[in-house]
């Protein structure tokens, strides 16, 4: 059993932040800052992130929301226009092990990766995986299986985070029972839509299941009308510190993070509503 005696732990959420726009149909960066920061989080995984260049401060989106948070920002762009980008995000207090990018893209439909990072949370590698899948059934089913087998084999002892805009509807399709089988049935939390929440369409999994101490969709004020999302926040718990990972575990001989090729971006790519 994962149980920390001293009770440290690390807080996850996932936020799907709409490009910024709320349910008023207003862009505002800042309302979406203010919900992160109350959210008060470790890591915070996000989707529907539009960093494309424009005329306002806020155009570049995951720039300012590190900025505004005062948090480390990670891209995993899905879509790569001559102006910017769009796609996932991981925004993160934590140091910075390794950073890996997957495309988990499905034939002609719009362009989906995940964002695997290894972070250094009290003395521990943690894995956090964000992701965002497809519309239609078929994508789902395709980009669950390639999530298993990045998810597999699972190196002993490393606690495991995957986080998402997972776009399933029912609550027993086949892509949820194949993650709950192998990271655990997460408590069901409606997140979507945020004026009369109806659906679990965002997931947090950890991995040891006994780990998650608190799953809840955080449905305070600011968040009622920055996005069409709830975030959903997760408190894990953590086993007792010890010194942080040396340069030959972490695998990065002591430098800046590692860094992997494989980006999921296609250029001018239409994106799907």
């Excluded at 495991?160 to 192998?182: C, F, K, Q, T, Y």
């Amino acid at each position: 059993m994962w149980v920390s005696r001293k009770g440290h732990s690390f807080s996850v959420a996932s936020y799907n932040i709409h490009q910024c726009v709320g349910v008023d149909r207003r862009r505002d960066a800042a309302r979406i800052a203010t919900v992160i920061r109350d959210l008060d989080c470790d890591a915070i995984g996000l989707q529907e992130v539009d960093s494309r260049a424009g005329p306002h401060a806020d155009s570049k989106q995951l720039e300012y929301l590190a900025e505004a948070t005062g948090m480390q920002a990670l891209a995993g762009p899905t879509i790569l226009r001559h102006d910017g980008d769009y796609g996932n995000a991981l925004l993160t207090r934590r140091p910075i092990l390794a950073v890996r990018r997957h495309d988990l893209s499905f034939r002609s439909r719009e362009p989906r990766g995940a964002l695997d990072v290894d972070l250094d949370v009290h003395g521990h590698r943690v894995r956090v995986i964000v992701t965002h899948l497809g519309l239609r059934p078929a994508e789902r089913r395709y980009q669950v299986k390639l999530l298993l087998k990045l998810l597999h084999p699972v190196e002993p002892g490393q606690p495991v985070v995957a986080l998402g805009d997972i776009n399933e509807w029912l609550p027993l399709s086949r892509p949820l029972r194949w993650m709950h089988g192998l990271l655990g049935p997460p408590p069901w939390q409606r997140t979507f839509p945020t004026l009369l929440p109806m659906f679990a369409l965002d997931r947090v999994w950890v991995r040891p299941h006994s780990a998650l101490v608190d799953l809840r969709a955080h449905r305070r004020k600011p968040a009622r009308m920055a996005s069409d999302h709830y975030p959903l926040r997760a408190v894990i718990a953590m086993p007792e510190p010890f010194d942080r990972p040396s340069a030959q575990a972490r695998g990065d001989g002591g430098g800046e993070a590692e860094r992997c090729a494989s980006e999921p971006v296609v250029r001018e790519t239409q994106r799907e509503t």
